[in-house]
């Protein structure tokens, strides 16, 4: 028997970065709404050619806002520019990121919001006890465990997942990630955001996340980005001494 979810998560803004993901965005933007009752969300979308904004404009619900920007300049400055606008709200107090590809379950969004402290950042991890990837391949496991176990080794970041980006930050953490420029671009941002707070006595909780391959539209990642996160995380520990 499924029990209905009545918390009211007003409180909730959900920030959701799009480019190309016409195909997922109804559902996972239904799903959220449908998971975080009363919550707020805000899709930041890079003028994506295959007009993702005009399924997003659909909805007309006063839960959901269509953040636009002219041209795609990546995922970490388009949840940053989010999180600047949704900062204005002082009803806020957590502010979750999550992808469109539905590899973030929206179902694990509760759980995610539970764990998250005002000094604590939720995260939706893939390796730790309890989590799963479905459909990688081989060589996408290993590049991805490969550069978290360096993100651990090079930052000491006491995090096993620092570059997925499911997560729920406080809005006291937000303003800390508000007040940074950040070094790096790409996936490896998320890794400078974990840094920059632990940096300020931040703290991390990760709770298992069952992470699947996108199955529609097309990937946004590179090779390039992986060998550009290797350099990056030098620049991060030399930047935040
Ligand atoms: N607004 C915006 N969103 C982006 C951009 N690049 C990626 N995204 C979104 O960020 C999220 C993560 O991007 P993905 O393409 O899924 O990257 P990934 O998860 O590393 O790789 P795949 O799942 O294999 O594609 C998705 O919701 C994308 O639509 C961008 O330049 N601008
Ligand atoms: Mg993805």
């Avoid at 957590?94 to 973030?104: G, K, L, N, P, V």
Wanted: proline residues 4%; hydrophobic residues 40%; aromatic residues 8%.
């Amino acid at each position: 028997m499924t029990t209905l979810n009545k918390k009211n998560y007003s409180n909730c803004a959900v920030i959701i970065p799009t480019y190309n993901e016409r195909k997922t965005i109804v559902k996972t933007v239904r799903d959220v709404l449908a998971s975080l009752p009363g919550c707020h969300i805000w899709v930041v979308d890079d003028n994506s050619p295959d007009g993702t904004s005009t399924h997003v404009k659909r909805f007309r619900s006063s839960h959901v806002t269509l953040l636009q920007r002219s041209s795609k300049n990546g995922r970490g400055s388009a949840v940053w520019h989010a999180m600047r606008e949704v900062y204005k709200h002082t009803r806020y107090t957590r502010i979750i990121e999550m992808d469109a590809d539905y590899s973030h379950d929206p179902h694990e969004l509760p759980a995610l919001v539970a764990a998250s402290r005002d000094k604590t950042i939720a995260i939706g991890s893939r390796y730790i006890a309890g989590s799963r990837i479905e459909g990688w391949p081989l060589t996408r496991k290993i590049l991805s465990a490969g550069a978290n176990r360096l993100i651990r080794l090079v930052l000491r970041l006491p995090l096993h997942d620092a570059t997925n980006g499911f997560r729920c930050y406080s809005r006291e953490a937000v303003s800390v990630l508000l007040r940074r420029r950040m070094v790096s671009a790409g996936f490896v941002m998320l890794s400078e955001s974990a840094y920059i707070l632990y940096k300020q006595g931040y703290m991390f909780t990760e709770i298992p996340s069952h992470f699947v391959d996108r199955k529609k539209g097309l990937s946004n990642a590179t090779p390039r980005e992986f060998l550009d996160a290797l350099v990056a995380l030098l620049h991060i520990r030399r930047a935040y001494v």
